[in-house]
């Protein structure tokens, strides 16, 4: 299975500024999430580019909502513009491909 070049790099845009991110291997997109998490904390809003996706995320003011994807809270709400349901951002990061390995780096 080949990897596609638009799952490799995470672009978080906030509104002091963008920054591409390696967004390769499960840990690669555990240091995204943590970003995203700093960034949304102050602004409460981050653009979010991975996997040929744009997602807007949002900390959800009050108790969270179960996600639909992984029934986990959702602490940071990720949601498109296309009015799907907003899923979390564990589930945006999760690896496309659990066959990458790490000497694919
Ligand atoms: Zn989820």
């Known amino acids: 299975m080949a ?3 638009v799952s490799e790099f995470a672009h978080v ?3 002091s500024g ?6 390769h ?4 997109r555990q ?7 700093q ?9 979010l580019g991975v996997d040929g996706k744009q997602w807007t995320v949002t900390r959800p ?4 909502r179960s996600c639909t994807e992984c029934a986990q809270p959702q602490l940071l709400r990720c949601s498109r513009a296309d009015g799907r349901t907003p899923i979390c951002i564990a589930c945006v990061l ?11 780096q």
């Open 94 to 104: 999760a690896a496309p491909n659990e066959n990458v390995s790490w000497e694919d």
């Open 31 to 37: 240091v995204v999430r943590q970003h995203v998490q």
């Open 61 to 64: 003011a009050g108790r969270p």
């Open 13 to 15: 845009q906030c509104s």
């Open 3 to 5: 990897l596609s070049h």
């Open 39 to 47: 960034l949304v904390g102050p602004i409460g809003s981050v653009q």
């Open 18 to 23: 963008g920054l591409i991110l390696p967004a």
């Open 25 to 28: 291997s499960p840990y690669d």
